[in-house]
Structure formats: structure tokens, C-alpha cells
């Protein structure tokens, strides 16, 4: 018969040995390093679709893998050191989301940390060799909108009949200011339209910005893509819709937030894609390997209640085109 010391001690052994396993098991918990040139309030639904991708190849957010954030807050000289930082935590693949900045900060960071993006032209970022052959320790999902500025600039013209003055909002710092630039001045030219570009940097040039635009009174407004004007969205929206300019955005997140229209790539569905190949690669797959996705799916958002606001009416062809109707 075993003695109750004896039970005790076979207990205590058996304790004593189960916690290095259990630690064991949770340093073997992958980490997923997440860098954002945006603030933590306006990701929800970007990282809803990324933890359903990564779902759908087995990782769950604190059962089966951890994630680290790392948010710049719309200030994009922050993500060198954000991501130097997740070098330093060690994680095991950095998911570098929000345009081509926080892909080559954390390229910058580490050779060899797998790296998953979103971007707009990730060749010409120098982030990727090819789509189809990445090579290097990054790949992701290419958002790249050919011949975007004649679309958003002919659905606008459909919106605002007979516009010809066109103020386009623009972050000059942004790394892809150039080519939406040459875009959308190659797709005015071509519909007879006049651009007037208006430079912004920070919040306190925006209000200057709309208070020259409430004089000068344009056709309509062109915000283009940034993460920073993306972090000062409710403001934008809120001075264009408060001078009543008809303002046409990318994201759909301009629409949601009270914008009159938004015309662009989906941005849910990229973050889905990228939480597959980052399962992916904690799945032992290498980036090298993963050609880049080009994402296809394109939204129009419509905010009918806005343009009731500003007395603007939408066309029927248009409303009957629009992925989303906001009433």
C-alpha cells in the first residue's frame, strides 16, 4: 500500500514535471508581429477579416497563436521603430498591413522575418522581385487599382454633371502620392477636367485647406488614398459635408463614416488574404514561395443620407450600380 507521504511526493513529482511541459507549450505558440501605419480605433474591421483568414487555416488568436500590435497612429516616421521592436520581441512573422511603409519598415527591421503585406505596388516599392516569384522574406497582397483615377474621376463626373474643377486632397509625404497623382491629372486631362492640387500634412492644414475650399468653391472634392488622411477621415468628412462640397473617397471607411461616395479595392478582403498566407507560413510555407495576390474585388459605397444632407441628388444609373446603398 502507498503511503500518503509517498502519494504526496509521486503528486508532487508529477506537478513539478507537467509545468516545463506546460511552459513549454506556451513558448511554442507562434507570434504574429502586427504593424499598422493606423491608430488602434480605426482597424476593427480590417482585423475581423484577418483573424477569419487566419481561422480558416487553423490559428486562433490566443489559443493557438498570439499577436503583438504595433500602431503608428497615422504618424508613418514611427514604423521603423515599431518594427525594430517586434525584431526584438521575436515574433515569428510580421503582418505588415496599410500600404507600402510598414513593408519596407519592417524589410528594413529583419532579412529574415517572414513578412506578409498589403500594398498598393509592391514591385515598385522594391518590397518583392516579381509578383509571381517574390523572393526575399516577403510577399502579401497587392491592391494596386490600374486606371483607378479614370474610374473614380468618371463616376464623378456621372455624380456632379458637367464638373470641371476638381480640388484633389493630398498627402505629399505619402509613398504612392506620385502615381495616384499622374493618374488622376492623366484621367482629368482626358475628360476635359481641371485638377487643383491642395497639399496636406497635419491636422491644422486641413482646416486651413477647407477654409480656402468654401471660397474658391470647386466642383467637387477627390480625397486621395493615405494611411494619413485615413486617421483624420471623421474630420475630412465632417468639413466637406459642413461646406457641402461633393466629396468622392477610396475607402469604403469614408462612406461608413458619414462620406458622400467611396470607389476602390475592397480593404476587408485583402486583410482576409493575408491572414491565409501568414497561416500559411506559421504552417512552414516560405514567402519566397507565395506569389503576391492581386485583389479584384472593388466596392462602390453610396451614402444616400449625406446627399440628402448637402442636396445633392444621386443619379438612379448610379445608385443601381453601388455595392451599398447607406440610407
Do not use: C
Not at 148 to 162: A, F, T
Amino acid at each position: 500500500m502507498m503511503r500518503r507521504r509517498d502519494f504526496i511526493t509521486l503528486l508532487g513529482g508529477a506537478a513539478a514535471a507537467a509545468w516545463p511541459l506546460a511552459a513549454r507549450a506556451q513558448q511554442a505558440m507562434p507570434m504574429i508581429g502586427f504593424l499598422s501605419p493606423q491608430g488602434a480605433g480605426t482597424r476593427g474591421p480590417f482585423l475581423d477579416s484577418f483573424r477569419r483568414g487566419l481561422a480558416e487555416t487553423g490559428y486562433v488568436e490566443g489559443q493557438s497563436v498570439a499577436i503583438e500590435y504595433r500602431m503608428a497612429g497615422g504618424q508613418l516616421d514611427r514604423l521603423p521603430a515599431l518594427a525594430a521592436d517586434l525584431v526584438r520581441r521575436q515574433v515569428t512573422v510580421i503582418v505588415a498591413t496599410g500600404g507600402s511603409a510598414p513593408a519596407l519598415a519592417a524589410k528594413a527591421a529583419s532579412s529574415t522575418i517572414p513578412i506578409v503585406f498589403t500594398g498598393e505596388d509592391p514591385v515598385k516599392a522594391g518590397l518583392v522581385v516579381s509578383l509571381n516569384q517574390p523572393g526575399g522574406n516577403a510577399t502579401g497582397v497587392s491592391t494596386l487599382a490600374t486606371a483607378i483615377g479614370s474610374k473614380r474621376l468618371g463616376l464623378l463626373s456621372e455624380l456632379v454633371l458637367n464638373a470641371k474643377t476638381i480640388a484633389v486632397l493630398n498627402n505629399p509625404n505619402s509613398l504612392d502620392v506620385e502615381r495616384h497623382l499622374q493618374d488622376v491629372q492623366s484621367a482629368a486631362r482626358s475628360l476635359g477636367q481641371q485638377i487643383r492640387v491642395l497639399n496636406v500634412t497635419d491636422e491644422g492644414e486641413i482646416d486651413a485647406v477647407f477654409g480656402s475650399l468654401a471660397r474658391e468653391r470647386p466642383d467637387a472634392l477627390l480625397v486621395n488614398p493615405d494611411p494619413f488622411m485615413n486617421s483624420r477621415r471623421e474630420q475630412i468628412v465632417a468639413l466637406a459635408n459642413h461646406y457641402k462640397l461633393p466629396a468622392f473617397y477610396q475607402w469604403r471607411e469614408y462612406a461608413e463614416a458619414g462620406g458622400l461616395v467611396s470607389y476602390g479595392p475592397s480593404h476587408t478582403e485583402p486583410y482576409r488574404l493575408v491572414g491565409i498566407y501568414t497561416g500559411r507560413i506559421l504552417n512552414g510555407a516560405r514567402p519566397a514561395d507565395l506569389p503576391v495576390i492581386q485583389s479584384t474585388k472593388f466596392e462602390l459605397v453610396i451614402n444616400l443620407r449625406t446627399a440628402k444632407r448637402i442636396g445633392l441628388e444621386i443619379p438612379p444609373t448610379l445608385l443601381a450600380r453601388a455595392d451599398e446603398v447607406i440610407e
